[in-house]
């Protein structure tokens, strides 16, 4: 069974850090292309961050310079540090990943795309406010 586990989110003051985490079972990550979008209250879902294989690492504007994904292919896990938090940053983050033939960019903004990624992990709640 293909599974993407999220932990970490949590409550925060505004200037603090979280990290979240997504465990993958069942597929192997480095064969896929993973993403971060979040929803935040009252608005529609959004790329935060996405790396396709063989392209770089997109952030949107919002987080950029303060949130950095990174992965671990050994032990079949993705990251997304997020520092500088800011009220704004409050959301249900999402970790998310298919198989797709398309840049970084275009997986995280373009919603025709990402509303189909195959596999999603259950949602963590991130609470900035001081």
């Known amino acids: 069974q293909l599974r993407f586990v999220e932990s970490g989110g949590g409550s925060v003051q505004p200037g603090g850090s979280l990290t979240l985490s997504c465990a993958a079972s069942g597929f192997p990550l480095d064969s896929y292309d993973i993403g971060w979008f979040r929803r935040a209250p009252g608005k529609e879902r959004e790329g935060v961050s996405c790396l396709s294989r063989g392209d770089i690492t997109y952030y949107a504007d919002a987080v950029k310079g303060r949130f950095t994904m990174s992965r671990d292919d050994d032990k079949n896990m993705v990251y997304l540090q997020m520092n500088s938090l800011e009220p704004e940053d409050t959301a249900v983050y999402y970790c998310?990943?298919?198989?797709?033939?398309?840049?970084?960019?275009?997986?995280?903004?373009?919603?025709?795309?990402?509303?189909?990624?195959?596999?999603w992990g259950q949602g963590a709640l991130v609470t900035v406010s001081s």
């Open positions: 998310a990943a298919d198989r797709l033939s398309t840049t970084s960019q275009a997986m995280c903004v373009k919603d025709e795309i990402y509303r189909y990624l195959e596999l």
